[in-house]
């Protein structure tokens, strides 16, 4: 007897890179390698990221894009390097295409424009469903992937009303290689454009953030016992300069020797937790002391009761926290599909001594999960369920290999 019932239709995903110099040419090459890896199934989803000499013909590569992959939903940005199809690319033309069949999700695309006047920031483009400020606004378990330019759009302010909300996960970067205003190109659909962010909302994917910090804790966990705003002026009910100087030098030689390479300042954000592990600290620079108050400026609004612990980071501590994340999530997420990545551009080969570092610890862990993404000016993901902007940072979202089931 035939079997009469129909094969699900299950998550799909392609990545693809070209370093073709021509824009029309790299885009067909990397579409065309991301179709025929979706055999068949339609893209519901195309995220592209393309250096500044190919995004300088930013309509020519959308077009070839369309031609050949016929995305219902792209966006994309100016990348200085991209990753993609386990590798980055560095110091040389590239194009990295993220395809993504997506059957029973709801995916919705958006262009914001910050503007100010007499009574403050206003942000314009929200789809009522994705809007901070609406009561319809979708679910935190529907991530936003948000790709914003650094010189037209304030990320950090959008972020704090997001957080102030309540109710949306952000991931994403902001766009690199572009010099000064109007350097950088944004794609959304068929539209090209120069200022702003474009994004992406997905619901009912079942997507999993992370984000790797690259940082290790050390010396002990301390309480900001008087502070305001940036300035910390007392730890553990101590002049917060004297407590800091007691803790290096008590510290192991290992430790003390990376702490005089850079000292960093890690904040807990959710307290509701009987202990702290990595992922639980943001991550900002100690920016100063002040010898004659015992003060320190750190690189982030502080409050009273807020736990800090010191941090360092180097290439071989950044490299374990990525697997220590990566290996979080595959234990939360099942069999990977795909996913998107946002790295520093202060990583890769300026950070590890060997090329493809990010893209090749993905693989190490999830397998050869189809990835693209690309080297940030600032990377967007959140730490103790808000959603901050980070320095020398992967972030990332990967979707699951199989539908979630419906709620």
């Not at 885009?27 to 592209?48: F, I, S």
């Not at 709801?106 to 503007?115: C, D, K, P, S, W």
């Not at 954000?269 to 320190?296: C, K, M, Q, S, T």
């Not at 234990?331 to 996913?339: E, I, Q």
Request: glycine share 14%.
């Amino acid at each position: 007897m035939r079997n009469t019932h129909p094969m699900p239709d299950l998550p799909r995903f392609a990545s693809a890179v070209s370093t073709l110099p021509s824009p029309a040419a790299a885009a067909g090459e990397a579409a065309r390698a991301a179709r025929d890896q979706l055999a068949g199934a339609p893209c519901d989803l195309c995220v592209v990221f393309a250096t500044p000499d190919l995004m300088g013909e930013a309509g020519v590569l959308v077009d070839a894009l369309h031609a050949a992959l016929a995305p219902a939903h792209l966006i994309g940005c100016t990348a200085e390097a991209v990753i993609g199809a386990g590798r980055e690319i560095e110091q040389a033309p590239g194009l990295s295409v993220w395809a993504a069949h997506l059957p029973g999700a709801a995916i919705e695309t958006f262009h914001l424009v910050a503007e100010r006047d007499d009574d403050g920031l206003h942000v314009m483009g929200w789809p009522l469903e994705l809007d901070p400020a609406a009561p319809a606004v979708i679910g935190v378990d529907s991530p936003v992937v948000l790709l914003a330019d650094p010189f037209t759009f304030p990320a950090d302010e959008l972020l704090h009303r997001v957080n102030e909300a309540g109710r949306l996960q952000v991931v994403g970067g902001m766009a690199s290689g572009g010099r000064g205003p109007g350097g950088h190109r944004l794609l959304l659909g068929r539209d090209v454009h120069v200022e702003g962010a474009v994004g992406v909302g997905v619901r009912g994917a079942g997507a999993r953030l992370v984000v790797s910090q690259g940082c290790r804790p050390i010396g002990p966990e301390m309480v900001i016992t008087a502070g305001r705003g940036s300035v910390v002026t007392e730890l553990a009910g101590r002049p917060a300069l004297e407590k800091l100087k007691e803790v290096l030098v008590e510290l192991p030689e290992e430790d003390r020797a990376l702490a005089e390479q850079g000292l960093l300042a890690g904040l807990v954000i959710d307290e509701n937790r009987p202990d702290y592990v990595r992922g639980d600290f943001l991550i900002r620079g100690i920016l100063g002391g002040d010898p004659d108050n015992g003060a320190i400026v750190v690189g982030e609004r502080v409050r009273v009761g807020q736990t800090m612990r010191l941090q360092v980071r180097d290439a071989a501590t950044a490299g374990e926290d990525l697997g220590e994340a990566l290996a979080g999530a595959r234990a939360g997420l099942g069999p990977a599909g795909g996913g998107l990545v946002f790295s520093c551009n202060g990583r890769g080969t300026r950070m590890f001594s060997a090329p493809d570092h990010d893209a090749g610890a993905i693989e190490s862990a999830l397998g050869p999960v189809p990835t693209a993404g690309f080297f940030c000016n600032g990377e967007i993901g959140p730490v103790g369920g808000r959603n901050f902007l980070h320095g020398f940072t992967a972030t990332m979202v990967f979707f699951p290999a199989t539908t979630p089931p419906a709620d």
